[in-house]
């Protein structure tokens, strides 16, 4: 009863708000991993990005990353590269492509896909350890991907 | 420049930096007498590294200290309640450890052959299942909760018999088909954000993930005792906690699959003391 409301209340979400995305599944990667269309036509906001980016239970980016922009967030992680810069290094279409799914520009990455919904080996729901009740959804909506992407892009070295 | 050169630059960038970030260069000496191996070149089938370090060596200095004097190990309380179980009567049996086996010390060596093959039943056996086989068929008693204080107190206990002396598991024989099941899964990339223990401990060790410092993912001090928990820790529920964190389904304390990630783990730890137990953040 309460999961069957649920998923109606999503579908009803999902009709309504989201009509023009491009979903997980139909997201067009051109041969260098990059995505040309937005996936939601909807301009990123750069301030939400930086939140996103910096947030455990959503990008946790930092986690890899270390980047001057959210100095004031403890703790920086390096197992990817610095950030700094990246929106000189890489177009917004680059960016879109590596942060929906690094694999399709740096095969066999250790970055995670942050827009795909299915394809994982014992998938969890988050971090419970348990086995998801609903089906997955991808970790980043499509529209926190285009925030990502827009804070990315403010990244310039000069 | 493609986008494949530009990778292969970043990782050859990103080598220096896993050096100069690496484990300390410490030496872990027990109560100013007994020397461990926390550092040895690494086995043969440990393929990806050369050099092989006790996760002691990615700790702060304060977590460090609690590990070299006994007096202050926090795991140490735990171990002497485990010596007071040792001896104590329970199950129908009306038998206690002691009542059957020679003291404590007669374990001695017995957590660097762990986990081995069971001769009778072909099962593969970590140090829970030999505890539980006692409590269950000898002492007519029931089984100790896996990661409960009295089982990984007794782990411990036993396993300090063994301390200083080098991991030695068997990977070939009997154990063969266990370890290829094992390793299978070290190399696995488990759940939503489809990392294998391998991405964190055989590529990134040295490298800091969020606050952590990444070791190897040693098993040799296990179980340890953690600072932030207040507990010994048993080794499932180590690896059950890493599943976990790659948004993933986790296996349960105590399953065949995690019987056989252990024995894989251990063996890349092979030549590595025994430092049971150990101490972490």
Same mark, same amino acid.
């Given at each position: 009863?309460?999961?069957?409301?649920?998923?109606?209340?999503?579908?009803?979400?999902?009709?309504?708000?989201?009509?023009?995305?491009?979903?997980?599944?139909?997201?067009?990667?051109?041969?260098?991993?990059?995505?040309?269309?937005?996936?939601?036509?909807?301009?990123?906001?750069?301030?939400?990005?930086?939140?996103?980016?910096?947030?455990?239970?959503?990008?946790?980016?930092?986690?890899?990353?270390?980047?001057?922009?959210?100095?004031?967030?403890?703790?920086?992680?390096?197992?990817?590269?610095?950030?700094?810069?990246?929106?000189?290094?890489?177009?917004?279409?680059?960016?879109?492509?590596?942060?929906?799914?690094?694999?399709?520009?740096?095969?066999?990455?250790?970055?995670?896909?942050?827009?795909?919904?299915?394809?994982?080996?014992?998938?969890?729901?988050?971090?419970?350890?348990?086995?998801?009740?609903?089906?997955?959804?991808?970790?980043?909506?499509?529209?926190?991907?285009?925030?990502?992407?827009?804070?990315?892009?403010?990244?310039?070295?000069? | 420049?493609?986008?494949?050169?530009?990778?292969?630059?970043?990782?050859?960038?990103?080598?220096?930096?896993?050096?100069?970030?690496?484990?300390?260069?410490?030496?872990? &000496?027990?109560?100013?007498?007994?020397?461990?191996?926390?550092?040895?070149?690494?086995?043969?089938?440990?393929?990806?590294?050369?050099?092989?370090?006790?996760?002691?060596?990615?700790?702060?200095?304060?977590?460090?200290?609690?590990?070299?004097?006994?007096?202050?190990?926090?795991?140490?309380?735990?171990?002497?309640?485990?010596?007071?179980?040792?001896?104590?009567?329970?199950?129908?049996?009306?038998?206690?450890?002691? =009542?059957?086996?020679?003291? &404590?010390?007669?374990?001695?060596?017995?957590?660097?052959?762990?986990?081995? &093959?069971?001769?009778?039943?072909?099962?593969?056996?970590?140090?829970?299942?030999?505890?539980?086989?006692?409590?269950?068929?000898?002492?007519?008693?029931?089984?100790?909760?896996? =990661?409960?204080?009295?089982?990984?107190?007794?782990?411990?206990?036993?396993?300090?018999?063994?301390?200083?002396?080098?991991?030695? &598991?068997?990977?070939?024989?009997?154990?063969?088909?266990?370890?290829?099941?094992?390793?299978?899964?070290?190399?696995?990339?488990?759940?939503?954000?489809?990392?294998?223990?391998?991405?964190?401990?055989?590529?990134?060790?040295?490298?800091?993930?969020?606050?952590?410092?990444?070791?190897?993912?040693?098993?040799?001090?296990?179980?340890?005792?953690?600072?932030?928990?207040?507990?010994?820790?048993?080794?499932?529920?180590?690896?059950?906690?890493?599943?976990?964190?790659?948004?993933?389904?986790?296996?349960?304390?105590?399953?065949?699959?995690?019987?056989?990630?252990?024995?894989?783990?251990?063996?890349?730890?092979?030549?590595?003391?025994?430092?049971?137990?150990?101490?972490?953040?």
């Amino acid at each position: 009863m309460k999961l069957r409301l649920i998923t109606l209340v999503c579908a009803m979400t999902g009709g309504a708000a989201f009509a023009a995305e491009t979903g997980p599944k139909d997201v067009q990667f051109d041969d260098y991993g990059a995505i040309e269309q937005s996936l939601t036509g909807v301009a990123g906001d750069a301030a939400n990005g930086a939140l996103i980016v910096g947030e455990k239970s959503k990008g946790n980016c930092v986690a890899c990353h270390e980047l001057t922009a959210l100095a004031d967030i403890p703790f920086h992680g390096e197992v990817g590269p610095m950030l700094d810069g990246a929106g000189d290094r890489w177009s917004e279409a680059e960016l879109r492509g590596l942060v929906a799914n690094a694999k399709m520009t740096f095969e066999g990455t250790v970055m995670p896909a942050f827009y795909k919904d299915d394809g994982y080996i014992r998938p969890g729901d988050a971090y419970t350890g348990k086995a998801p009740s609903a089906p997955l959804t991808s970790i980043l909506t499509a529209q926190e991907i285009e925030d990502v992407v827009a804070f990315l892009a403010t990244l310039k070295e000069q | 420049m493609n986008n494949k050169a530009l990778a292969a630059v970043t990782a050859v960038l990103a080598f220096p930096a896993l050096v100069a970030a690496g484990p300390d260069d410490d030496n872990l &000496v027990i109560n100013d007498e007994l020397d461990m191996i926390s550092v040895t070149e690494a086995p043969a089938h440990t393929e990806n590294l050369d050099t092989i370090y006790s996760g002691w060596h990615f700790r702060t200095d304060e977590t460090q200290a609690l590990q070299i004097d006994d007096f202050d190990n926090p795991a140490m309380i735990f171990v002497d309640q485990a010596a007071d179980l040792f001896e104590t009567v329970d199950g129908a049996a009306e038998k206690s450890c002691a =009542s059957c086996h020679d003291g &404590v010390e007669s374990f001695e060596g017995l957590q660097a052959s762990m986990p081995k &093959v069971d001769a009778e039943s072909g099962k593969l056996v970590v140090m829970e299942d030999l505890i539980n086989k006692c409590r269950t068929d000898r002492m007519e008693a029931d089984a100790l909760k896996w =990661s409960g204080a009295d089982m990984q107190g007794l782990v411990a206990l036993i396993g300090l018999q063994s301390r200083g002396i080098p991991m030695n &598991v068997a990977i070939d024989g009997a154990a063969a088909p266990f370890w290829e099941q094992g390793k299978e899964m070290y190399y696995t990339r488990y759940g939503q954000l489809e990392l294998s223990c391998a991405n964190c401990h055989e590529e990134n060790w040295g490298n800091m993930i969020r606050a952590d410092h990444l070791s190897q993912g040693m098993i040799n001090g296990f179980p340890t005792y953690r600072l932030k928990q207040a507990k010994l820790i048993s080794r499932h529920n180590r690896f059950r906690g890493c599943i976990r964190d790659t948004r993933a389904e986790t296996f349960a304390e105590g399953s065949d699959e995690f019987r056989a990630l252990e024995l894989y783990v251990a063996s890349r730890g092979n030549g590595l003391s025994v430092e049971t137990p150990a101490v972490r953040q």
